[in-house]
């Protein structure tokens, strides 16, 4: 007798990569863990608690350090949870083939790994913040009464940098991948007004303007006016719409790429 067939959704399908990536995820815990806090926890040290203790800065600064040390760590989480897998499973692994096999559309195995990439920056934020904090100790001006402008702030620039990882990780070859932190990551980062606000850069008009690129400059800054809201930010409806827009662009541009190096 022949066995019935029934055909399996396509949300289904999304929804046990999504649980085999979280499996992979809490297996891999420790290492996530060292490579999410390793950066951060440099920067808090040096810039949040010695400096200010040894009177170089003032202990105000803690309050625009924080909301960017947050942004960092979850855009780096979610660059890197992307970016990496991508060059390794289409240049050296091939494991991307086990996921082309599966009976879905192409383009919503991107989107899984950009939502993946999203979680995992988020995550990179919970872990970091409370970290930061208690290191840091008391920051003028920090509040959680905007929890939930947070997560979104959290959630729509981890979702932009893991469409960029996308982007970046089917776009780039395997024997560039060094250049492509060396080129674009660190100057990102540098630019990216986690370290000083963006009214900060008044005095550089040029520069001011230029760094609005930078995807960086908007998760900070969007970090900074819930969390700090006394440190002069953006505004956060331009913020959540730059973002936003980015998003879009880049996510379709990620899938793009990404369905050009799955036919090829």
Partial sequence: ?????????????????????AHVTRRELPFFLIRTLMQPL???????????????????????????????????????SVAL???????????????????????????????????????AGLVVLPVSRLIMGPIPGFTLAYA????LMALLGSATFSAIGLFM?????????????????????????????????????VMKYAVLINPLVYVAEGLRGVLTPSVPHMNLLVVIAVLTGMLVVIGWLGMRSFVKRAIK
């Avoid at 007798?1 to 649980?19: I, K, T």
């Fill in 42 to 80: 440099m920067f808090i040290i040096v810039f949040g608690l010695l400096l200010p203790k040894m009177g170089f800065l003032d202990a105000r600064y803690k309050a625009t350090l924080l909301p960017g040390i947050l942004g960092v760590s979850l855009t780096l989480s979610a660059i890197q």
């Fill in 169 to 205: 990780g089917t776009a780039i070859r395997p024997q560039q991948i060094g250049f492509m932190f060396s080129l674009i990551i660190a100057p990102m980062l540098m630019f990216g007004c986690a370290y000083y606000p963006w009214r900060g850069l008044d005095v550089f008009p």
């Fill in 85 to 123: 897998p991508m060059v390794q499973d289409f240049g050296w692994t091939n494991e991307i083939e086990d996921r082309l096999l599966a009976p879905i559309p192409i383009p919503l195995i991107a989107i899984e790994k950009i939502v993946v990439g999203s979680l995992q920056g988020l995550i």
């Fill in 148 to 151: 939930g402008e947070t997560v």
């Fill in 1 to 21: 007798m022949n066995a019935e067939y029934h055909p399996v959704s396509p949300a289904r399908v999304f929804g046990a990569l999504l649980l085999r990536d």
